[in-house]
């Protein structure tokens, strides 16, 4: 297990997703990924030459990338661009103007 995730485990003990790359393998730590998505992480992760770093969906109405601190802030804009957000909960409990 990488060295950050357990640090942070009480962190990301809400996370829908957590993606782990170590030992040249990427594969899904927690959750239900997208597999296009844990399939790009890892190819950003391999080519940034990073074998010990995390990639999870936090937050549950407005969800969010958090990455392990090893992963430089170009690579994180990398995965974030790949990255298709799950859509929200929709307007269907909101009041029409009126």
């Known amino acids: 297990m990488p060295k950050g995730l357990a640090k942070l485990g009480l962190r990301l003990r809400g996370a829908r997703f957590v993606i ?3 030992e040249g393998a990427t594969r899904v730590l927690r959750g239900p ?4 998505f844990v399939h790009a992480c890892g190819d950003l992760l391999r080519e940034a030459d990073l074998d010990d770093a995390w990639v999870a969906q936090v937050g549950g109405t407005r969800p969010r990338l958090r990455f392990s601190d090893n992963v430089p802030d170009v690579v994180r804009q990398r995965i974030r661009n790949v990255w298709t957000p799950p859509p ?3 307007r269907e409990g909101a009041r029409r103007r009126g």
């Open 88 to 90: 929200g909960p929709g």
């Open 20 to 22: 782990v790359r170590e």
């Open 33 to 36: 990924a997208p597999p296009r």
